[in-house]
């Protein structure tokens, strides 16, 4: 039986929070036997109902039912009508419709709409109770969603009467529903659920509803930033992984060129033990022709097609015309070859210094091929 519950409870976990009512009972009708461990121990949507003494809404949910009726926060009343109902003492009333109040401003300022409920119940050395806050989707027809916060928190009172044990157990169901003609339908949903401790001095600068308040106020925080990490966070990456940042004609041009560099490591491979050629063959879109008199570089031809590479190509022109600064008798042809070549290729290495990176594996081979 404890395996089934656990098994059940982990289940209740990883299925959509907006279906939560009909996974439930759909396992309580698998496992009767169930019954009153999950509803004690799985946390529904909150409902909403209206106070017909006073017209405002109050949410519904296991702590303020009995039997079949709800007590409203605002008139103490249960509908449907309960004579025996139970009822919270005094001085706990009073305390809960100032933390009614108390969070009704604190869930406008953060939610800008929705409902909150607040309910206290005595204990023996101090009280309990529930803060309850459901916020809906605007009413969007391709944007749909609501966030339900069931905040259970524990006092335990000193016997001095002037600090206090607070234990808040926090529980948070999202979800999220987007129909869009671009993105199609995304459903997403889940629920997060943390726990806290601290003891707190009580006094009239800091009573038990500034407590509490910080405390929630402080937990939903957290929980909402981890969300944000979780759900959002890992929804974003997975959706940038699946696209490509870079456009198809920059990532064919970067292809052929890594493909060039690679031919011509395996061409310096090939030829490292054979003897130099009078002329080395590369791929297109260009060529380089060497013509060798005794042992040094006396001259270098560029033959290029038009093309991004062009300027590369100069470089590389350069790069192998520099070799003829050691050499003691240079052509006059051969020497204005390299003086109009430095000075297109200086030009270019102003702009596209990163360029060259690219052509340093190229002018090595070239250079150990002359």
């Known amino acids: 039986m404890e395996?089934?519950?656990?098994?059940?409870?982990?289940?209740?976990?990883?299925?959509?929070?907006?279906?939560?009512e009909r996974n439930l009972s759909d396992l309580v009708d698998l496992?009767?036997?169930?019954?009153?461990?999950?509803?004690?121990?799985?946390?529904?949507?909150?409902?909403?109902?209206?106070d017909k003494n006073t017209g405002r809404d109050y949410l519904l949910c296991?702590?303020?039912?009995?039997?079949?009726?709800?007590?409203?926060?605002?008139?103490?009343?249960?509908?449907?009508?309960?004579?025996?109902?139970a009822m919270p003492s005094e001085r706990l009333r009073k305390l809960e419709l100032e933390?009614?109040?108390?969070?009704?401003?604190?869930?406008?300022?953060?939610?800008e709409g929705g409902v909150s409920s607040v309910y206290l119940w005595d204990?023996?050395?101090?009280?309990?109770?529930?803060?309850?806050?459901?916020?809906?989707?605007?009413?969007?027809?391709?944007?749909?969603?609501?966030w339900d916060s069931i905040h259970v928190v524990e006092v335990i009172e000193k016997s001095s009467g002037r600090s206090a044990h607070y234990k808040l157990t926090s529980t948070a169901m999202l979800w999220l529903q987007t129909n869009k003609q671009g993105s199609g339908t995304m459903n997403l949903g889940g629920s997060l659920t943390r726990q806290a401790e601290q003891d707190n001095s009580v006094s009239e600068a800091s009573p038990h509803i500034a407590n509490i308040g910080r405390m929630v106020e402080d937990m939903e925080?957290?929980?909402?930033?981890?969300?944000?990490?979780?759900?959002?966070?890992?929804?974003?990456?997975?959706?940038?992984?699946?696209?490509?940042?870079?456009?198809?004609?920059?990532?064919?041009?970067?292809d052929a060129l890594r493909n060039s560099i690679r031919e011509a490591l395996i061409?310096?491979?090939?030829?490292?033990?054979?003897?130099?050629?009078?002329?080395?063959?590369?791929?297109?879109?260009?060529?380089?022709?060497l013509c060798s008199k005794s042992k040094f570089l006396v001259d270098a031809v560029i033959v290029a097609r038009i093309g991004p590479l062009i300027g590369c190509l100069k470089v590389v022109a350069y790069r192998m015309?520099?070799?003829?600064d050691s050499i003691c008798s240079v052509s006059p042809t051969i020497h204005y070859k390299a003086i109009n070549i430095r000075a297109q290729v200086e030009d270019f290495m102003k702009y596209n210094g990163e360029a060259i990176n690219y052509v340093d594996s190229f002018c090595s081979v070239v250079l150990d091929n002359t």
């Open 99 to 111: 933390a009614n109040h108390a969070f009704d401003q604190y869930r406008d300022m953060y939610f």
């Open 267 to 289: 061409i310096r491979q090939a030829r490292s033990n054979a003897q130099p050629a009078e002329t080395l063959s590369l791929s297109a879109p260009y060529s380089v022709m």
């Open 321 to 324: 015309l520099l070799l003829q």
């Open 3 to 20: 395996q089934q519950l656990d098994c059940a409870l982990d289940l209740m976990r990883r299925l959509p929070p907006q279906q939560i």
């Open 221 to 254: 925080n957290k929980i909402r930033s981890t969300l944000n990490e979780i759900y959002f966070g890992k929804t974003r990456d997975i959706v940038n992984g699946l696209r490509s940042v870079q456009s198809l004609p920059d990532q064919k041009q970067q």
């Open 31 to 50: 496992v009767p036997a169930l019954c009153e461990d999950l509803l004690s121990s799985v946390d529904q949507p909150l409902k909403i109902a209206r």
């Open 62 to 85: 296991d702590y303020n039912r009995d039997g079949d009726s709800y007590r409203s926060p605002w008139s103490n009343v249960y509908e449907p009508v309960l004579e025996d109902g």
């Open 123 to 146: 204990l023996d050395h101090g009280f309990a109770g529930v803060i309850l806050i459901k916020k809906a989707g605007d009413g969007s027809k391709k944007i749909k969603g609501c």
